[in-house]
């Protein structure tokens, strides 16, 4: 994902506009102090990729703790209809 975002960040020439590129886990955002951001977006549903429920749990919970009090906070998920139909027109032989 690192590599896309390089890429897609030189392809729409934005370099001088990102700060960072940074690898982490959602469940620890341990990098980022309490309250530090504006807004938070977490797009492409990372939380479905953790089946545990303490580790969602937890990943909401940095969400949460990463924001101004009061800031907004953007999460897309995968329901599990969407991932169904996805299965279905994916695999549909199978």
Not at 28 to 37: P, R, V
Not at 64 to 90: C, D, H, Q, Y
């Amino acid at each position: 994902m690192l590599k896309i975002a390089k890429r897609e960040i030189k392809r729409a020439k934005v370099q001088t506009r990102v700060k960072q590129l940074l690898e982490g886990s959602i469940d620890d955002l341990s990098m980022f102090g309490d309250q530090t951001f504006d807004a938070v977006l977490c797009l492409g549903g990372p939380l479905n990729h953790l089946l545990n429920v303490k580790q969602r749990v937890k990943a909401a919970s940095e969400l949460a703790r990463a924001a101004k009090k009061g800031a907004p906070i953007f999460v897309s998920v995968i329901s599990r209809i969407g991932l169904l139909e996805s299965i279905v027109v994916e695999f549909p032989h199978e």
